[in-house]
């Protein structure tokens, strides 16, 4: 059935997060250092990167005391997992609720101060797809921080796009129980959460509102985990943005368990709508 709707994921998808994330790293290490009560945490941060590198796929990123992603997924997730390991080996918060409460906090001021670079052909890609096909950006991040790097980037017919900001896709939820709760891939030692009840509100809301289905709607996200496979268990096309760390198991996952595509180029996904 022909596309009626594309959903994007923005960070990591549309923009460089190595770049952009240096201003949100500097002020996001402040303040749990000040949590920790400390002036400078360099030296145990780059101890915990070590770690990550090393056993991304088994520990994962967690919230809520759940693995909901790899935790080397962009530097976004791994500074929110690194921050939690150091709290949690400091004694600090307790109450893992209400630690993670405070550390989506501090990443969403923090967030403010990023800066701007999308990839090569984000402009000619978003253009293409407003004059095609109903476009929406659904993404954990603020939505006014969205708004200010598209009004840089601008591109034409950009007021079409309509952007659903914290989104929380990485929020499972036990007692949903419209999907099953876990589905395993080759290559992954653990099950991914599929119970993303507030990702699937939000796709649930797109497609009443539009009056498409699932089977009308390709996906495109740059992790397996949090934008692509709560779809893809749906029924929607999935489209996964191959970045440096994308791990060859989601490749795997995505183009022949879910039949969908892969590219480092984002300019395919036009291709894909066509």
Not at 155 to 169: L, N, Q, S, Y
Request: hydrophobic share 40%.
């Amino acid at each position: 059935m022909k596309t009626k709707i594309v959903i994007l994921d923005f960070d990591g998808t549309l923009t460089n997060t190595k770049k952009e994330a240096k201003p949100f790293l500097i002020g996001f290490k402040k303040d749990i250092a000040k949590l920790l009560n400390k002036k400078n945490i360099d030296k145990e941060w780059k101890k915990k990167e070590k770690e990550i590198w090393r056993n991304s796929e088994i520990a994962g990123g967690e919230f809520r005391g759940k693995i909901v992603s790899r935790c080397n997924v962009d530097s976004y997730m791994e500074a929110a997992t690194i921050a939690q390991q150091l709290l949690e080996e400091a004694k600090i918060f307790k109450d893992k609720n209400k630690r993670d409460k405070v550390i989506e906090e501090i990443y969403r001021r923090n967030y403010l101060k990023t800066a701007i670079s999308f990839k090569r052909g984000a402009k000619e890609v978003l253009e293409g797809l407003i004059q095609k096909i109903s476009l929406f950006i659904v993404t954990n991040s603020r939505p006014d921080a969205i708004i200010k790097k598209l009004e840089k980037l601008n591109p034409r017919g950009k007021e079409k796009i309509k952007i659903v900001g914290d989104a929380e896709k990485y929020y499972a939820d036990s007692n949903f129980d419209a999907v099953p709760e876990t589905i395993t891939i080759n290559g992954l030692k653990r099950p991914i959460l599929l119970r993303r009840k507030k990702y699937f509100d939000v796709l649930s809301r797109i497609w009443k509102e539009t009056s498409y289905k699932p089977k009308q709607t390709l996906v495109v996200g740059d992790n397996l985990e949090l934008d692509l496979v709560l779809p893809a268990v749906l029924g929607c096309n999935i489209f996964l943005v191959i970045n440096s760390n994308t791990p060859s198991y989601e490749i795997e996952a995505v183009t022949h368990k879910f039949k969908g595509y892969a590219s480092k180029d984002i300019k395919d996904i036009l291709k894909v709508i066509n």
